[in-house]
Antibody, heavy 120, light 110 residues
């Protein structure tokens, strides 16, 4: 069974750094991109960026480029989303999602979400 | 990259059909047959309902169908059931390994 298990909820202050994780299991981690998706409170889904775990090649939405960093450690089948300096507007639920496979352009499995709260 | 345009809300009675539109541009929806649709119940992660415009993953009822014309994709749900009440999001590949979602549509089953 494919599973994406995300790290737990976080409460941070503005200006702090943070890294959240997404661990894949039940499949070959390096064969499937992982994307990160933001959902602000009461709002819709926003695609942030993705990583190819086989070579750590990344691409980002222009809306998020430069504000977050996506990385992966294929030795432990885990992808990460990282901020160096959080702001209040980073408060949101963050989902990781697995691409359907090579030559497929959809997300067939999702993590349970990580709630990030940034407040002074 | 601007979000794809979806109606904020749609509604229908049990047994009826509803259609949710998703309008993009010639750079995304109009240029690729890689439109997918996701269902999200409150407090839950999204679930894939349609991919490649009109294909259904195994386990998704055939009441759900998808189509596309030019820059607009559509999700049709026939034989509405109470459990279909949820938020629905379209998503399109935009090239260069990037994607864009729609703003989401709240489906109410009356």
């Amino acid at each position: 069974e494919v599973q994406l298990v995300q790290s737990g909820a976080e409460v941070k202050r503005p200006g702090e750094s943070l890294r959240i994780s997404c661990k894949g299991s039940g499949y070959s981690f390096t064969n499937y991109w992982i994307s990160w998706v933001r959902q602000m409170p009461g709002k819709g889904l926003e695609w942030m960026g993705r990583i190819d775990p086989s070579d750590s090649y990344t691409s980002y939405s222009p809306s998020f480029q430069g504000h977050v960093t996506i990385s992966a450690d294929k030795s432990i089948s885990t992808a990460y989303l990282q901020w160096s300096s959080l702001v209040a507007s980073d408060t949101a639920m963050y989902y990781c999602a697995r691409r359907g496979g090579t030559d497929y352009f959809y997300f067939d499995d999702w993590g349970q979400g990580t709630l990030v709260t940034v407040s002074s | 990259q601007s979000a794809l345009t979806q109606p904020r809300s749609v509604s229908g009675s049990p047994g009826q059909s509803v259609t949710i539109s998703c309008t993009g541009t010639s750079s995304d929806v109009g240029n690729y047959n890689y439109v997918s649709w996701y269902q999200q119940h409150p407090g839950k992660a999204p679930k894939l309902m349609i991919y490649d415009v009109s294909k259904r993953p195994s386990g998704v009822p055939d009441r759900f169908s998808g189509s596309k014309s030019d820059n607009t994709a559509s999700l049709t749900i026939s034989g509405l059931q109470a459990e279909d009440e949820a938020d629905y999001y379209c998503c399109s590949y935009t090239g260069t390994y990037k994607f864009v979602f729609g703003g989401g549509t709240k489906l109410t089953v009356l």
